[in-house]
């Protein structure tokens, strides 16, 4: 007995918060308590002590309503520690339940002839006391905490953005356990510096943030989603914290659509990616929804970077089939258990097989008659090619051959050919390669509006140039080769890219795959100027500050 009694005591008083019952208590004892205290200032001491008994007898048969609506709001099952306006305004729905069943009771039974007698405006006055008394001590319990009871794993963080972001993003760190606590907002107007925001100073955006942050003990800039281009543009900034190794974090891309809550668990530390400059690329993804819906939609390289991503956006406006094919195995079982778990509403087919294989892409033709089709499969690293140039003949021009002739054959709406800017004027096998394929699908679109070639497919083919984070991209190359001590490989120092984000890119495809008559080929650099030797010096320097 007394093993299951430490048990239990243990469970309870070891926990980092107030258990369920003791906060429900507490609630409990003020309900009472403030109804003895009304009761006081209405009839005065001496008779509430000569009816003290029957007052709280009465007080505690009252409890029971409010107990009902402290169970349907669950106003305890808050950590008291973390409370937000969300949580008092709970308690106060809670208590007005509570007044309002006592109302109804007293008006449909003959409660008050068992009870000691309590006036109305008593209820009305104890429901106002109450509330305040209960919000009294949420509030008083999270200042406490906040300044005198800061856990040694605590991390301090600036952050920047001082409107709906900011704050939102504030909010998120008060009130979900975060292990994170704010110190101070960063701005670039110096005239919210004469201002509060949630209580906290706010500063201005200068050669001095350093110094401030070292002041307040903080070492973490944290980045608003509204602000991350802002950041991504100030060079200055971004060298003088790195330099002062701030750690920087931020949103993933588009994780964010400006009305739902925060949650830290978003935030990542920031990577020299994220640091690019790129232009913002806006997408109509209702009109794409519009289309994609409901359809059977075919995704060649379903398992490669590009693929993967298009496929995770297909999923988003629920189409009626997937058909995903690669010949990776491993890749493609891992795109498989991210659509079980992601969108497991979306009737999904993972196929492993080659392009090349006529008879094979012909039964699957046959039997699923895609509707759209997404072609991302290809080989594509150029020196590869340069060494196996009959490889890249089979399965770049001839696997696009055989779906292209597919496409027509079984009626679908629509082909869409991912290439590459190395298709323009190209200089290697790889580039010749795309290109051939570019050709032969314009050819095929052509003859079908000629109707030289029977059939309705219509045939748009999209150019990419550095895509970030892709296989093959140039910033992974950089980085492993900065971990291994080096040297970094560049080409030539003159040479200049324009980057976008695979998510990006992705968008631009199913934008350009959808909305295309068919015969065009669409060309993306979305992206500004960065100079690759530039981008390494950078990278280097980046890596340097921030270990």
């Not at 008083?13 to 308590?33: E, Q, R």
């Not at 406006?317 to 990776?328: E, K, R, Y």
């Not at 290109?435 to 083919?461: H, N, P, W």
């Not at 068919?518 to 890596?543: C, H, N, Q, S, T």
């Amino acid at each position: 007995m007394i093993k299951i009694f430490n048990r239990i005591a243990n469970f309870y008083f070891t926990k980092s918060a107030l258990p369920y019952w003791m906060v429900l208590l507490l609630d409990c004892f003020i309900v009472v308590a403030s109804g003895i205290f009304v009761h006081i200032l209405k009839n005065g001491l001496l008779h509430t002590l000569s009816t003290l008994p029957s007052i709280t007898f009465a007080w505690c048969c009252y409890l029971l309503f409010f107990l009902i609506g402290f169970r349907l709001t669950h106003s305890y099952s808050g950590v008291i520690r973390y409370s937000s306006f969300v949580d008092l305004v709970r308690v106060a729905f809670a208590n007005f339940i509570g007044v309002s069943l006592i109302f109804i009771a007293r008006h449909l039974t003959p409660i008050d002839s068992y009870l000691a007698g309590i006036s109305w405006s008593e209820l009305v006055g104890a429901f106002i006391i109450t509330t305040a008394l209960m919000w009294t001590v949420r509030i008083l319990v999270k200042y406490i905490c906040d300044v005198f009871f800061v856990a040694d794993t605590t991390q301090r963080v600036f952050i920047y953005g001082v409107k709906s972001g900011g704050i939102a993003l504030a909010k998120a760190l008060r009130t979900q356990q975060s292990q994170y606590i704010v110190s101070g907002f960063v701005s670039d107007d110096p005239n919210d510096t004469k201002h509060l925001l949630m209580g906290t100073k706010v500063y201005y955006n200068d050669e001095d943030l350093v110094r401030k942050m070292r002041l307040k003990k903080t070492r973490i800039l944290m980045v608003s989603p509204l602000k991350t281009d802002d950041l991504r543009d100030n060079q200055k900034m971004i060298d003088m914290l790195s330099e002062a190794r701030v750690k920087i974090m931020l949103f993933a891309p588009h994780e964010w659509d400006g009305k739902s809550d925060i949650r830290d668990s978003q935030l990542k530390e920031v990577d020299i990616e994220d640091l690019l400059p790129r232009n913002q690329i806006e997408v109509d993804l209702d009109a794409i929804g519009n289309v994609l819906t409901g359809k059977r939609i075919l995704i060649t390289g379903a398992a490669g970077s590009i693929g993967s991503e298009i496929v995770k956006q297909v999923a988003s406006f629920n189409p009626a089939q997937l058909i995903l094919i690669d010949q990776a195995e491993t890749p493609l079982h891992d795109v498989r258990l991210g659509m079980d778990k992601k969108y497991p509403h979306v009737p999904c087919e993972t196929i492993t097989a080659s392009i090349t294989h006529p008879k094979h892409m012909e039964t699957i033709f046959k039997r699923y008659l895609p509707e759209y089709i997404f072609h991302a499969a290809a080989y594509k690293h150029v020196p590869m090619m340069e060494d196996n140039p009959g490889e890249a003949v089979i399965n770049n021009i001839n696997g696009t051959k055989i779906m292209a002739d597919l496409a027509v054959k079984y009626g679908a709406r629509k082909f869409v050919m991912i290439s590459t800017d190395k298709a323009v004027n190209p200089t290697n096998v790889m580039g010749c390669s795309k290109r051939i394929c570019e050709m032969y699908c314009q050819s095929l679109d052509k003859a079908i509006k000629e109707a030289t070639i029977k059939g309705t497919t219509q045939f748009v083919t999209t150019r990419f140039g550095n895509v970030l984070g892709s296989n093959g991209s140039v910033i992974p190359i950089f980085k492993k080769q900065i971990r291994s001590g080096g040297p970094i490989t560049v080409t030539h120092p003159e040479i200049i890219r324009y980057f976008m984000l695979i998510p990006e890119a992705c968008k631009l495809v199913l934008q350009a795959g959808t909305m295309g008559s068919g015969g065009e080929i669409y060309v993306f650099d979305m992206g500004k100027p960065v100079k690759i030797a530039d981008l390494a010096k950078r990278m280097i320097a980046f890596r340097e500050h921030q270990i």
